[in-house]
């Protein structure tokens, strides 16, 4: 989608083309944090176990189990759409994380989690999870994006189909009880300075849609950002559409007017992404 929300955990369809965005949005955010998997100040000796929450089709999961290949890995999600040849360090399960988890309390070192925006209800109580499962000193991490895509130029207006964007998301959420403002309301930090975490930091950066920035990084993000929304644009509006009771001709006319202002140069558009980590507190340690 333009703005990648996870709504695809809830499309009833995990298919070649979603995969295919999916792991090339892997790529894009990998690349906007600087070419990193992670932002916490992770040790490869402290790292013994490690868990990535909505796995989805597992890429990231696959590139930290490489990286830590001395740690346990498990990646976990609703939908078993991963592949069976992974590194020996790595398993997956089906697991949903917004029910209770199964996992042992203190079992971990670090919990990752990223793009769950749209599939959360309860944000306190995911995060209250993650403090559960981390043992003392261990680090919860979140990357999340917004579904507002802006422009700093006055391009993207109120009636252009990328201004919809994320009306279109806010006013569904709304119908489903899920929230698509997790940037806007500072949600991430919150919810995690509610667990109890200390040693909370982020990094928020912007992502482009399309090849226009002069900047030669933010270009070839843009050009990848592009590729992963028309990799599978229609996959990712379904859901919603149909919430909203969107006809099929209204879907494809709307997909028609996205493509084509996402291809104009005229239009400079991104989204807002952030990054948030935190340490659960040491046995003893002063909150």
């Not at 590729?227 to 709307?254: H, P, Q, S």
């Amino acid at each position: 989608m333009l703005l990648l929300t996870r709504v695809h955990e809830n499309r009833q369809s995990n298919d070649e083309a979603a995969s295919e965005s999916l792991d090339m949005n892997h790529h894009v955010l990998s690349m906007a944090i600087g070419d990193k998997l992670f932002m916490a100040p992770l040790k490869k000796e402290n790292i013994k176990k490690a868990l990535d929450i909505g796995t989805g089709t597992g890429i990231w999961a696959i590139d930290f189990a490489d990286e830590f290949p001395d740690a346990q890995v498990i990646g976990t999600d609703i939908s078993p759409i991963q592949p069976t040849w992974v590194p020996p360090n790595l398993q997956f399960e089906i697991e949903d994380c917004t029910q209770e988890w199964t996992f042992r309390n203190e079992d971990f070192d670090y919990v990752h989690m990223r793009w769950l925006l749209g599939s959360i209800q309860d944000w306190d109580a995911l995060l209250q999870q993650a403090y559960r499962v981390l043992k003392p000193g261990g680090w919860v991490e979140s990357l999340e994006t917004s579904a507002i895509v802006r422009s700093d130029d006055g391009s993207v207006t109120e009636t252009s189909a990328l201004g919809q964007w994320g009306k279109f998301f806010l006013n569904g959420g709304k119908k489903i009880g899920r929230s698509f403002t997790v940037i806007e309301d500072e949600t991430q930090r919150k919810s995690i300075e509610a667990a109890g975490f200390v040693d909370i930091q982020e990094f928020n950066f912007k992502m482009p849609i399309g090849g226009w920035p002069k900047d030669p990084k933010l270009k070839e993000l843009g050009q990848f950002a592009q590729m992963v929304l028309e990799r599978d644009v229609e996959g990712y509006i379904v859901f919603m559409a149909n919430t909203l009771g969107w006809t099929r001709e209204e879907i494809l006319v709307y997909i028609g007017m996205l493509r084509r202002e996402v291809r104009s140069k005229n239009f400079h558009p991104y989204y807002n992404q952030k990054v948030v980590w935190a340490r659960k507190p040491l046995d003893g340690e002063t909150k």
